[in-house]
T-cell receptor, first 112, second 109 residues
Framework: EAAVTQSPRSKVAVTGGKVTLSCHQTNNHDYMYWYRQDTGHGLRLIHY???????EKGDIPDGYKASRPSQENFSLILELASLSQTAVYFC???????????FGPGTRLTVL | GDQVEQSPSALSLHEGTGSALRCNFT?????VQWFQQNSRGSLINLFY???GTKENGRLKSTFNSKESYSTLHIRDAQLEDSGTYFCAAAYTGYQNFYFGKGTSLTVIP
């Protein structure tokens, strides 16, 4: 089964600070995704990537950047963290074609 | 608007009983994936369907692309089935998935 890990698992950040969330997958998947989940809601797509050194905007990209330096690694960057970015962030990976997503354990981010 | 509508939003079941969760889609989807989010917040893969029906133990899922819906049936519910169930679906020709808002399931002893 796909192995997707995330670090850190939780983080407290200050408003205006920079936050980097990291994701690593070991299954040779081309697609990687960053989602956020707010209490009582489903997941919403922030950024995704289908190849190293390239990222694409998802449905809610404002305030976030992404970086895909290698096939295995995908980072989410909050340059100026804001209170509204308090959420749980999930990373996922998926193979090409007709394939399911596999999720990491999530990172709980609290911005104070 | 929401491309994926899940119902019900919340559901209580007594142990040993069953029910169905449903996702309706506002457009043609090529695939659907069902997840359980457990009490620790982890997303557990249940099913991935491009068509038809799949079954795994006490769970069964059906995807009807033409009629734009998918269902997840739970039978003989157990306490460990409690959690939030999400469906996610992808458009034809599109690589990304849209999530429903989930069904919160509570299994009562």
């Amino acid at each position: 089964e796909a192995a997707v890990t995330q670090s850190p698992r939780s983080k407290v950040a200050v408003t205006g600070g920079k936050v980097t969330l990291s994701c690593h997958q070991t299954n040779n998947h081309d697609y990687m995704y960053w989602y956020r989940q707010d209490t009582g809601h489903g997941l919403r797509l922030i950024h995704y990537s289908y190849v190293a050194d390239s990222t694409e905007k998802g449905d809610i990209p404002d305030g976030y950047k992404a970086s895909r330096p290698s096939q295995e690694n995908f980072s989410l960057i909050l340059e100026l963290a804001s209170l509204s970015q308090t959420a749980v962030y999930f990373c996922a990976s998926r193979g090409t074609g007709d394939a399911e997503q596999f999720f990491g354990p999530g990172t709980r981010l609290t911005v104070l | 608007g929401d491309q994926v509508e899940q119902s019900p939003s919340a559901l209580s079941l007594h142990e040993g009983t069953g029910s169905a969760l449903r996702c309706n889609f506002t457009t043609t989807m090529r695939a659907v994936q069902w997840f359980q989010q457990n009490s620790r917040g982890s997303l557990i893969n249940l099913f991935y369907l491009a068509s038809g029906t799949k079954e795994n133990g006490r769970l069964k899922s059906t995807f009807n692309s033409k009629e734009s819906y998918s269902t997840l049936h739970i039978r003989d519910a157990q306490l460990e089935d409690s959690g939030t169930y999400f469906c996610a679906a992808a458009y034809t020709g599109y690589q990304n998935f849209y999530f429903g808002k989930g069904t919160s399931l509570t299994v009562i002893p």
